[in-house]
């Protein structure tokens, strides 16, 4: 089944999120409405899709009312002000379950929000449900399959998230990402994924996996959507000491400026290039052709191989200590995959966690000297389009270097493979500076729309 095949979207499920609140602040029509058209596509494609592990159309509608009444009063409207969204199934909710995509947390319930949570409510924003995430946001699927064609996998660990965008279920939503679990599934569902710096966003009351690794990203079907959604959640709390009390980039208000100089980009096969899929090879060489005079090849260091091995040690090391409770109360009720890495993870020393921790600022200090000569390296997201079935999320080895070094990503639904599925384009950014990486991203939106 392809895309074609499920039912058309209203004019409410194909706005994007800038534009949906600037609409409804102008009264062109109400956020019940703009919830209805949304509820009535899930209806219709959910059966397929199955993105959603918790989603109550009832208090969506009660939200939206809410919305309404406080618009009509004279209260401001937020700048998410009746824009329902997506909460991976980790991220805590005071008022829907919190169930971390295993049974052992099932019908789980958070005494408060997720410090995001309540940013996404003060900017006005709806919370849609809670999205399908894989088991404990690690690699065994949950339920939900790729909106393009359902025999295939969404990707994960934001499965529901990524999946929900594509769907026109919602405009934006949110996932983590301690490997490649945003990056990956926006790919594979031809959305736009953005995982922001290291502690751009707090995690308090998000499922800790790892607190080296672990980050919140953002699904939309535009840059400027997720820079938007982004700068909502992005900023210092106490209860994250990854996070830091500073003035925060105008992430929007860049990602919309045309660029003081046209960008450079640095094309970046990754050590792993031989792994990619012959059509997708093929796709990125159309791309660097098409971009021939702004774009030049760079490549890695040997070390960066070396990275995939580092990020393994700290994260199953990280995996063992974070979910030791589990692992020791329920052990049987955990997927095999889940128990080997913390059997695995139990058994990594402390001096090679320490050595592997140790090499994040290395890299990070090896890039500095890149970024002067290139505005964001370009890289495939994935090693292909979503493989099918659905017993894999698939590899993420071309997000794990980005994600272990904390650098900022996203990933733009410009190229399709042979069998038509989306291949998403990943461009990389110096860490901290993730304004400048959003707005090379939408020039090369505009650069590409204005080449086809």
Same mark, same amino acid.
């Given at each position: 089944m392809s895309s074609d095949t499920l039912p058309p979207a209203s004019f409410?499920? *194909?706005?994007?999120? !800038?534009?949906?609140?600037?609409?409804? *602040?102008a009264g062109e029509f109400s956020c019940a409405e703009h919830v209805q058209g949304l509820l009535e596509r899930i209806?219709?494609?959910?059966?397929?899709?199955?993105?959603?592990?918790?989603l109550d159309a009832a208090y969506v509608r009660q939200q939206?009312? !809410?919305?309404?009444?406080?618009?009509?009063?004279?209260?401001?409207?937020?700048?998410?002000?009746?824009v329902p969204v997506g909460i991976k199934d980790i991220i805590d909710t005071f008022d829907l379950p919190t169930q971390h995509g295993t049974p052992l947390h099932s019908g789980r319930m958070a005494r408060r929000d997720a410090a995001l949570?309540?940013?996404?409510?003060?900017?006005?924003?709806?919370?849609?449900?809670?999205?399908?995430? #894989?088991?404990?946001? #690690?690699?065994?699927?949950g339920k939900t399959r790729n909106p393009f064609n359902p025999d295939h996998t969404p990707g994960g660990s934001s499965s529901g998230s990524a999946a929900a965008v594509a769907a026109g279920h919602v405009s934006l939503s949110i996932g983590t990402q301690t490997n490649g679990s945003v990056i990956r599934p926006a790919s594979f569902c031809g959305v736009v994924g953005y995982k922001p710096s290291f502690g751009l966003i707090p995690r308090t009351g998000v499922l800790t996996q790892s607190p080296v690794l672990d980050q919140v990203g953002v699904f939309g079907r535009s840059v400027a959507d997720v820079a938007l959604l982004a700068q909502v959640l992005a900023g210092f709390d106490?209860?994250?000491?990854?996070?830091?009390?500073?003035?925060?980039?105008?992430?929007?208000?860049? !990602?919309?400026?045309?660029?003081?100089?046209?960008?450079?980009?640095?094309?970046?096969?990754?050590?792993?290039?031989?792994?990619?899929?012959?059509?997708?090879?093929?796709a990125f060489?159309?791309?660097?052709?098409?971009?021939?005079?702004?774009i030049a090849p760079f490549e890695l260091p040997e070390t960066a191989r070396d990275a995939?091995?580092?990020?393994?040690?700290?994260?199953? !090391?990280d995996i063992a200590g974070s979910f030791e409770a589990e692992y020791e109360q329920g052990a049987d009720m955990l997927s095999a995959s889940l128990r080997a890495?913390?059997?695995?993870?139990?058994?990594?020393?402390?001096?090679?966690?320490?050595?592997?921790?140790?090499?994040?600022?290395?890299?990070?200090?090896?890039?500095?000297?890149?970024?002067?000569?290139?505005?964001?390296?370009? #890289?495939?997201?994935?090693?292909? #389009?979503?493989?099918?079935?659905?017993? *894999?999320?698939?590899?993420?080895?071309?997000?794990t270097l980005w994600t272990f070094a904390g650098m900022p990503a996203i990933t733009l639904p410009l190229l399709h493979g042979e069998n038509g599925l989306p291949l998403g384009v990943q461009l990389v950014g110096q860490r901290g500076d993730d304004a400048r990486l959003l707005r090379t991203a939408q020039w090369l939106m505009q650069t590409v729309a204005a080449a086809q």
């Open positions: 409410h499920t *194909s706005l994007g999120a !800038a534009d949906a609140t600037n609409r409804l *602040s209806q219709a494609t959910e059966p397929a899709v199955q993105a959603w592990t918790t939206a009312e !809410a919305a309404d009444e406080r618009h009509a009063a004279g209260e401001p409207d937020g700048p998410l002000f009746g949570v309540q940013r996404l409510r003060a900017a006005g924003a709806l919370v849609m449900g809670k999205t399908v995430t #894989t088991e404990m946001a #690690t690699y065994s699927p106490e209860g994250d000491p990854a996070t830091v009390p500073r003035a925060m980039p105008p992430l929007l208000r860049t !990602a919309l400026e045309e660029p003081p100089l046209p960008p450079t980009l640095g094309w970046v096969q990754t050590p792993f290039w031989d792994r990619v899929a012959p059509d997708a090879r093929e060489g159309e791309l660097v052709g098409l971009l021939s005079g702004r995939v091995e580092w990020h393994r040690t700290i994260m199953e !090391a890495q913390i059997e695995r993870g139990r058994d990594v020393r402390a001096v090679d966690y320490r050595k592997a921790a140790s090499r994040i600022p290395l890299i990070n200090a090896g890039f500095d000297n890149v970024f002067e000569h290139f505005s964001a390296l370009l #890289t495939p997201a994935t090693l292909g #389009t979503a493989p099918q079935g659905l017993a *894999s999320t698939g590899d993420p080895i071309m997000c």
